[in-house]
């Protein structure tokens, strides 16, 4: 009985977490962009940065508290399940909505970058850590990176200005003190919640990361994703995905490695980071050929995304049976 009760507590705290998150960091972000606006911040250093980085800021509260407990598998799992489901899940429910265009320029740069940088997470990976050097030249990737999109979208004739919510400043400071306060708090019990939910459960914490840790902080991007499409905006959608994916690795575990040094499993070359590298080469190919991403792209990605899913979870022997089991059901 303890243990159930212990188990229901996790899990409201894993859930409690999750929503904290999403509700700080929509807050956050309306608060950032209306105080920046009043302040007289230039719509487009609000576009490329607050609201750039502030769908990665659960991402980066999850790994600096992850890390700070001794829980890399979480930081780690949550980077890359993050990544996965962005390209084979929130991407592939847009283009299900509506096909995703490829056709802009700054898209196949993005596109690059974000190739780059999922190699050098591999490349990270494959010395089993990253270390605090690391740590710094993923952050100064980043800013290189945020300076060459803030001058090439400057001297670009037509500048996608950031919405802006109008609000006067009282309010404007605090939804960002609330927008802060929920991303912390949600953090915490975040992280505390997915690692006592996979001790009792017998599940490792790599799993957890890349699933349950990974899709609640992916939260607002699969918002922009789907709001895009039926906005019949894609492009956005697929903009932000990439751009998320590269303020993961850059920002996210750049800043965290800075803070605190981490060891990389071995599991995660065995099927995440493969998955993860030929995702990214399927969607660079494609934005860079400007093939727009049609709804046979979105229905093999999510069919790949569950069956990673499935696999990671309940393990390869147990897929394995029921395929068995249910080619037994239908030949009686």
Known sequence: MPQIVTSHIDLIRLIGGLLALFLGGEALIRGATALADKLGVPKLVIGVTIIGFGTSLPELLVALQAGSQGAPDIALG???????????????????????????????????????????????????????????????????????????????????????????????????????????????????????????????????????????????????????????????????????NIFNILGILGIAAWVRPMTVAPHFLRLDLPLLAGASLVVVALVLRGKPLGRVFALIGLATYALYCAWITLGADAITAQIVTLIANVQR
């Open 78 to 244: 949550n980077i890359i399940g993050s990544n996965i489901a962005n390209l084979l899940l929130i991407l592939t429910m847009g283009a299900l909505i509506l096909p995703v265009a490829s056709t802009a320029r700054n898209l196949r740069r993005d596109a690059l970058v974000m190739l780059l940088a999922t190699g050098g997470l591999i490349w990270c990976a494959w010395r089993g850590q990253v270390t605090r050097l690391d740590g710094e030249v993923l952050t100064g990737a980043l800013i290189l990176y945020l300076l060459i999109v803030l001058i090439g979208a400057s001297r670009s004739k037509i500048v996608e200005a950031a919405p802006i919510a109008s609000l006067p400043i009282p309010r404007a400071l605090l939804y960002l003190l609330a927008g802060m306060a929920g991303l912390i708090l949600g953090a915490d019990q975040l992280v505390i919640g997915a690692t006592s939910l996979a001790r009792h459960l017998g599940v490792s914490e790599a799993v957890i990361g890349l699933t349950v840790v990974a899709l609640g902080t992916s939260l607002p991007e699969l918002t922009v994703s789907v709001i895009s499409a039926l906005r019949r905006q894609n492009e956005v959608a697929l903009g932000n995905v990439i751009g998320s």
